[in-house]
């Protein structure tokens, strides 16, 4: 074989190498120190899960029999005061402690883990719900699933944290979205028709009245001597039976009552939240509500970042008549958290636009 015969042959060989795939291989070898240290818990399905009960109630069916707490609303965690978010603890030893209010560091029980060797794990809360779970992001990020029955398939977070938090620890600005569903004010149902008014018994007819006895004939006048005796008077009629008293009219059905069919509006938005370093911020929210097209507001405020790495908020109220500015809403909670790579920082979110709606979603440093 010639020497250029050869190269080419090589050449060959080796391309076809590189063109191979790398055999992929499962991870393994975990244990409950995978899961170590303070997270930052969302419910990701908490929208979803809210649209399904509130259907079920209105079909008249059984609603969710999902017990309160979980990984939101926990009263083990933040005192339970923040939907669908929470913060927990794990010891690297199988417990898992709830984080409590913003300033104290009280840790309280709140439940045990398991990790299995292929990265899956086994939860347990002590308010009850129990939890599947894989291990991702070589342990910054657990996914959750309830395998509860009648827990409507909750899927859930656990975002990797620090376990205190202090302003200049965070940049400046931040990239976030959030979607869900609101329930819309449905069609009122037409009023139910008014039953017929039940028929008046007729009136009993007045008994007969007796007829008047006839009056005895005159004696005949006697010969001038003794007078005739005088005639019997003739008996009294008896009196007519009173008539009965007609029967009561039957009472109208009552009419139907039409019932009202619940509806739903997709809400979501994507936007930019920057913090000025001294307490300021300034919101820039991309959103959609129902049918109507991408609508662009803008709002500011003031924040505070809490021991807990909860990112509180304080909307200002906007100038009334102002074109594009944003309606403060109900509540905007933040949980700060460790980005995947370890150096940057994010955050888990829920969005409430109107009490009652909860809109989960993510925050990531710009």
């Known amino acids: 074989m010639k020497t250029s015969e050869r190269t080419l042959v090589t050449a060959g060989v080796l391309l076809f190498g590189l063109g191979v795939a790398t055999p992929a291989f ?28 509130t259907v079920s109630a209105s079909a008249g069916a059984t609603g969710s029999t999902a017990l309160p707490g979980g990984f939101g609303s ?14 927990f603890y794990f010891d690297g030893n199988g417990s898992i402690l709830g984080v409590s209010s913003a300033s104290s560091g009280v840790l309280t029980p709140a439940g045990a883990y398991s990790v299995a060797g292929n990265c899956t794990a086994a939860i347990t809360l002590n308010t009850g719900q129990h939890y599947n ?22 899927t859930g977070m656990l975002q990797r944290s620090n376990n205190s ?23 009122t149902g037409s009023t139910g028709t008014t039953g017929s008014t039940g028929s008046t018994g007729s009136t009993g007819s ?13 004696g005949i006048t006697g010969s001038t001597g003794t007078t005739g005796s005088t005639g019997t008077t003739g008996s009294t009629g008896s009196t007519g039976m009173t ?39 300034m919101i820039v929210e991309y959103s959609v509500n129902g049918s109507v097209g991408s609508q662009a507001f ?19 109220t ?14 905007f909670a933040t949980l700060l958290g460790i980005g995947s790579n370890n150096s940057s920082y994010s955050g888990l979110i829920t969005v409430q636009p109107t009490s009652g709606v909860i809109l989960p979603g993510v925050m990531i440093g710009q």
């Open 26 to 53: 499962a991870i393994n070898g975990c244990t409950n120190q995978n899961i170590m240290g303070t997270y930052n818990a969302q419910i990701t399905s908490a929208a979803f899960t809210s649209v399904l009960s």
């Open 243 to 281: 008539g009965s008293t007609g029967t009561t009219g039957s009472s109208g059905t009552t009419g139907t009552t039409a019932t009202a069919t619940p509806s739903f509006s997709a809400s979501s938005g994507i936007g930019t939240l920057s913090l000025d370093g001294a307490g300021n911020f």
């Open 133 to 154: 779970a894989v291990v991702v992001s070589g342990g910054n990020q657990v996914l959750v699933l309830q395998s509860d029955a009648g827990s409507n398939g909750v």
């Open 206 to 218: 007045t008994g007969v009245t007796g007829s008047t006895g006839s009056t005895g004939s005159t």
């Open 165 to 187: 938090c202090v302003a200049p620890q965070y940049p400046t600005s931040f990239g976030f979205s959030f979607y869900g569903a609101a329930v819309a004010t449905g069609a």
């Open 74 to 87: 926990n009263a083990a965690s933040l005192a339970g005061s923040t939907p669908a978010l929470s913060r």
């Open 298 to 316: 803008s709002g500011s405020g003031t924040y505070s970042v809490n021991n807990n790495c909860s990112l509180s908020l304080t909307f200002a």
């Open 318 to 331: 906007p100038v009334p008549g102002s074109s594009g500015a944003l309606t403060p809403p109900a509540a």
